[in-house]
Every structure is written in structure tokens, then in C-alpha cells.
């Protein structure tokens, strides 16, 4: 058998709190340059969005954006996002199909099955086909394209070097919080998307590279888009008690709004995949709702951040309000289930603050801007299921910090009603439907609380090395063997150190070889085998299984010796695990009842 290095452990003395090591500084290098091109990319997306929705509306060039609900086509308004919708089809089919969609599940399923790589084609037609659809009048935001399109280019810059999957993820989300950053200037909400939604962990590793380039992109977007809050509201007062009761049930209310967007779009995706013609013209049907939706309410065009505006400075109230709820919902849903290219952030932004312009004229008729805020934020946070995000980046929307403790209630009141009653969000739902699970709850590994030494089956259960396979084969038939229900079995020296470990497997296959049964079982099985320690996380045993390919390690002393003092088997794992899932589920008796602890 081929013998396997003894890999030390350090001791229990020297475990931290973080497995983070010295290449952070060099990713987090590499991030301060994602960021910098990702700032350069917003800015290019920004002004492509603005140039063709000026060709296309108002019949002149300019990067200076123009809302197109100022446009006097007419009716010819109609055909606008119809072309819009042929050349994105276009795209998309004869470019790359990843490019329909919002952007963010097309990220998620890079991470999750792509090992984080992305290519140049989707870095550039993503922003292309997300301008034209934009520019056209499409409802949506630049957001999702941008998160696509700078995790493009960070998974980019990271397949240039020696990097693992999991270093490409960090600058693949690196790249994503660097383009939201750019174009929203909120560096903080940008780093908490990419916690919440795109790591899927919570490591130094991964978090500082991620906020490294946010920041890199929020500072050079001044000198390329502005400084500041894109939205400036004036401050409101702080929350009183009764604001926050009424921003609890704000709350529920955009939760239910929620629920009713992602069953509403993706209803519409199931009624686009039914149509007995090629999703290559889909993006045209949706942009024919588009054009009639912007007939009835031209503020449900393009981007929206003049709308956006308008609802968080108190302008928007009543049936103007309840009105722009109704057809931006609907016409945003037909159009993102249609396939096209664009962003939720924005819709949702303008839904939400929709929302609560009307409550809030209920409330308090003389201050809807606060309760737009609240709403929006809520809003976001049940859909995207992101609740951290959603009122930090309202936070940094408009700088009004005294309404946080309204923004936390609403936004927490909005997500507990859409966990409640959606398995899945907007987001996921995607991602789930292409045949790949995605959970979101984070938590520490349980196995690294437990100590291999609390679970190891302890006791001195070894043989000599000098023992042959025929002496160990009989005590097993005679049952002498007293841990003959392990697979494995430590073999030790004279002085009692490990010196190898024989299997059941290996004692059959030298029983064939050698009939004779005169062979030493050091020789039959494996000499210097990988080993635990009784004093280091249960995880850190189980990584070692993994990595050599061995379902059973020999428990020695951490000290040198190599004397043993356990043995840990796969049982023993599961044991554990089955332990602390108990704590889950085994519910204990209080001081107001008594009686046998109950399961759910």
C-alpha cells in the first residue's frame, strides 16, 4: 500500500477566528483595479443609455439624459420599444443568449456552476443590449446590467492570473459591487448586495476585496457622474413611535406587493414560454406593452430616475400615485418576463415609493416623501429578499439618515411577510427554474464547534505491527476484536506510537495475495496514515477525509508522540451533526409548562 505524509495540526492555542491568510492583500489589489474599471463601465452605460434614448425619442445625440416621458412622438411613440425589443432579441440570439434577464440570476449561476467564469462576449453585449433596451424605453434600471457587466470583467481580470474558483468568485463579486457602487454611489449597500446575495459566505477573504473595490468605484464616480446622493431629499424628523407601528404595516403592505411582482413576472414568463413562436421576438412583444403603457403613462418609460425623485421630494400623491403603481407594475412585469435586458433595482424603486406616495397620502397627506422612502425600501428588501441592502441603499439615496429606524421596520416587516409566504424570490426563482437550488442562510459550520476529541470513540484499540493478517483475521471471525465494527483498524510500534492503519478492505485483498496468512499487517495496509488531533475542530478532520479520500482517521496525540488515544469514523460525524440539528428542533420545556421535550 502506498504509504500517506502525516500532515502536523497546529495546536488548539494557535486556531483563530478567521482561516484568512496574506493573499487577501494581493485580491484586494486586484480588486482596487475592478473597481476602477467598473467606474469607467457605469459611467460608458450611463451615457449609452442616455445617447440612444435621446436618438430614439427626441431625434438628437447628446449623453445628457432627457426623461422620455417628455418626448411629442405621438403615436409613433408605440414602435419605439418594439425596435428596441427586435435588436435585443437579435442580440441575444446570434450573441449570447445570457444576456436576457436582469442581470443579477445570470451572476448567481456564474457563481454557483460556472466555477465564476464569465466571458468577453457577455461583457460586451450585456451593457449594449441593456442600453438599447433601456434607451428605448424599456422599465427598467441599469442596476442589473451593470452588476452583470462588472462581474463580467472581474471574472475577466481574475481568469488572467493563477487564481482558485473561490478567489474568482471574490473578483467576480468584486466587479459587481464596483458597477452598483458606480452608478448609485452607495459603496455601502453595494458591499452588503454582494454579502446577501452573491458570496455566499461571510469571510475577511472574500468581504474585504468586495469593499475595497465598491469604495475604489464610489470615489472616481465623481469626477465621472457627480458626488453625493443621486436622489437629495430634504431630512425628515425622526421616527416616533407611531410612525414606526404605521411603517410595520407599510411594511406587511409591500410585503403582499412583493409577492404579487414575482409570482406576477414570472407568470408572465411562463405565458411568453407558451407562445408558438421563437423567444428571439418575445423582447418585441414585451416592448409592444411597453409602448402602449407608455401611451397611457409616459412615466413608466426608461430608467425613471426623475419619477424616482419626484415620489421622495412629496410631488406624487393620491391617484397620480396609485395610478403609476398600477401600470409600471404591469407593464414591468410583461416586459422582464418577455425576456429582455434590464434591471429590477429601479422598477422596484418607483413601485415601492408608488406604494407608499399613496398610503402615505392617508397617513400623513402633507409628508408622502418619508413614506415613499420606507415603502421603496420595503419594497426592494421583500423582492429581492435583502433587507440589510434595501435600507442602506435608501439610506445612501438620499443621505436621510433619521429615517433609518422607519426604513429597518418597514423593510424588516416586508421581508418576514415575503419569507412567510414566498419559498422564493424574484432573484432565485430564476436561477432554481434552470434546475440549480440556492440557499440563503448563512450560518458558522456547526462542525467547527465540536472538537473531534467529543465525538471520537475513545480507548486504546490498536494491534502490533508485528501481528499477520492470519492472527488478525481470526480474532475478527472469533469476535475477540472488540472494534471489529470499524473499518479501520491503527496498527502501533513497540512503543505504542501509530505507525499505520489497516482496513477490512486490506486485509481481504492481502488475504488473497497471501493465502498463507503469514504477512505482517504493516504490510498489508498503510503506513503513516493521515491522522486527527483531540483538540482541533471537528471541521478541520472532515476537510482532511475529504481531501485524502479516507472515510476514517486514527485519533493521536497532539504533542508529537503519535500515541493513540481515539478513532473517528463517519458514524461518529454524523452523530455529531445529528446533535446539533437537535438543537434546531428539540423544543424544551419553559417555566410556564412541563412535560417531554416536543419536536415540530
Not at 399613496?358 to 408622502?368: D, K, L
Not at 424588516?412 to 412567510?420: E, F, K, S
Amino acid at each position: 500500500m502506498a504509504p500517506k505524509t502525516h500532515e502536523p495540526v497546529p495546536s488548539i492555542s494557535l486556531l483563530g477566528d478567521f482561516t484568512t491568510d496574506k493573499r487577501v492583500l494581493l485580491l484586494s489589489l486586484m480588486a482596487l483595479v475592478i473597481g476602477a474599471m467598473c467606474s469607467v463601465v457605469a459611467w460608458g452605460l450611463i451615457a449609452l443609455i442616455a445617447a440612444i434614448s435621446n436618438l430614439s425619442f427626441f431625434q438628437n445625440f447628446s449623453t445628457a439624459y432627457h426623461p422620455p416621458s417628455t418626448t411629442q412622438l405621438g403615436w409613433i411613440l408605440i414602435a419605439v420599444p418594439v425596435v428596441g425589443g427586435i435588436i435585443v432579441g437579435l442580440m441575444a440570439r446570434y450573441g449570447s443568449d445570457r444576456i436576457r434577464g436582469h442581470g443579477i440570476p445570470e451572476a448567481l449561476e456564474s457563481i454557483l456552476i460556472g466555477r465564476s467564469k464569465m466571458s468577453l462576449r457577455v461583457a460586451i453585449l450585456k451593457p449594449v443590449s441593456s442600453a438599447v433596451s433601456i434607451g428605448t424605453g424599456g422599465p427598467f434600471g441599469a442596476e442589473g446590467p451593470i452588476i452583470m457587466t462588472g462581474g463580467a470583467f472581474g471574472s475577466l481580470f481574475a481568469q488572467l492570473f493563477h487564481l482558485s474558483p473561490a478567489e474568482r468568485k471574490t473578483l467576480l463579486v468584486a466587479g459587481a459591487a464596483g458597477g452598483m457602487a458606480a452608478v448609485f454611489n452607495a459603496p455601502v449597500a453595494a458591499v452588503l448586495l454582494s454579502v446577501e446575495l452573491l458570496l455566499f459566505e461571510w469571510k475577511p477573504r472574500s468581504f474585504i476585496p468586495v469593499a475595497v473595490a465598491a469604495a475604489t468605484a464610489s470615489v472616481l464616480r465623481g469626477p465621472l457622474l457627480g458626488q453625493g446622493p443621486i436622489f437629495p431629499t430634504v431630512p425628515h424628523a425622526g421616527a416616533t413611535w407611531q410612525m414606526l407601528i404605521m411603517g410595520a404595516g407599510v411594511g406587511v403592505l409591500a410585503g403582499l406587493l412583493s409577492s404579487v411582482l414575482t409570482l406576477a413576472v414570472y407568470f408572465c414568463e411562463d405565458s411568453f414560454q407558451r407562445l408558438p413562436i421563437h423567444w428571439m421576438w418575445w423582447p418585441a412583444l414585451g416592448g409592444l406593452a411597453v409602448g402602449i403603457g407608455g401611451m397611457v403613462d409616459p412615466r413608466i418609460l426608461g430608467i425613471g430616475y426623475d419619477t424616482i425623485h419626484s415620489l421622495l421630494r412629496g410631488d406624487l400623491g393620491g391617484g397620480s400615485s396609485a395610478g403609476l403603481l398600477l401600470m409600471k407594475s404591469l407593464v414591468w412585469a410583461i416586459a422582464l418576463g418577455s425576456g429582455t435586458s434590464g434591471g429590477v433595482l429601479a422598477p422596484l424603486l418607483i413601485i415601492g415609493g408608488s406604494l407608499g406616495a399613496f398610503v402615505g397620502g392617508w397617513i400623513s397627506p402633507g409628508a408622502t416623501g418619508i413614506w415613499a422612502l420606507a415603502a421603496m425600501a420595503a419594497v426592494m428588501g421583500g423582492t429581492m429578499r435583502s433587507p440589510l441592502t434595501a435600507m442602506i441603499f435608501s439610506l445612501e439615496l438620499t443621505h436621510d439618515v433619521n429615517a433609518l429606524p422607519l426604513l429597518l421596520v418597514a423593510t424588516i416587516a416586508a421581508h418576514t411577510v415575503t419569507v412567510l409566504l414566498m419559498r422564493r424570490s424574484i432573484l432565485t426563482e430564476k436561477v432554481v427554474r434552470r434546475g440549480y437550488h440556492v440557499a440563503r442562510e448563512y450560518s458558522i459550520d456547526p462542525l467547527v464547534r465540536v472538537r473531534v476529541g467529543d465525538v471520537m470513540d475513545a480507548g486504546p484499540f490498536s494491534i502490533p505491527a508485528g501481528m499477520t493478517i492470519g492472527e488478525l483475521a481470526k480474532l475478527i471471525a472469533d469476535g475477540a476484536m472488540p472494534y471489529v465494527r470499524h473499518l479501520g483498524i491503527p496498527i502501533v510500534d513497540e512503543s505504542g506510537s501509530l505507525v499505520g492503519i489497516i482496513t477490512r478492505g486490506d486485509l481481504m485483498n492481502a488475504l488473497k495475495l497471501y493465502p498463507d496468512g503469514n504477512t505482517p499487517v504493516i504490510e498489508a495496509g498503510t503506513r503513516e496514515p493521515v491522522v486527527a488531533y483531540p483538540d482541533e475542530p471537528l471541521s478541520d478532520a472532515v476537510s482532511r477525509m475529504a481531501h485524502h479520500n479516507v472515510g476514517r482517521l486514527p485519533v493521536v496525540e497532539n504533542n508529537g508522540s503519535r500515541n493513540v488515544v481515539g478513532y473517528l469514523g463517519r458514524s461518529a460525524i454524523l452523530a455529531a451533526r445529528q446533535r446539533l440539528l437537535e438543537e434546531e428542533s428539540a423544543r424544551e420545556p419553559g417555566w410556564l409548562q412541563s412535560g417531554p421535550q416536543t419536536s415540530p
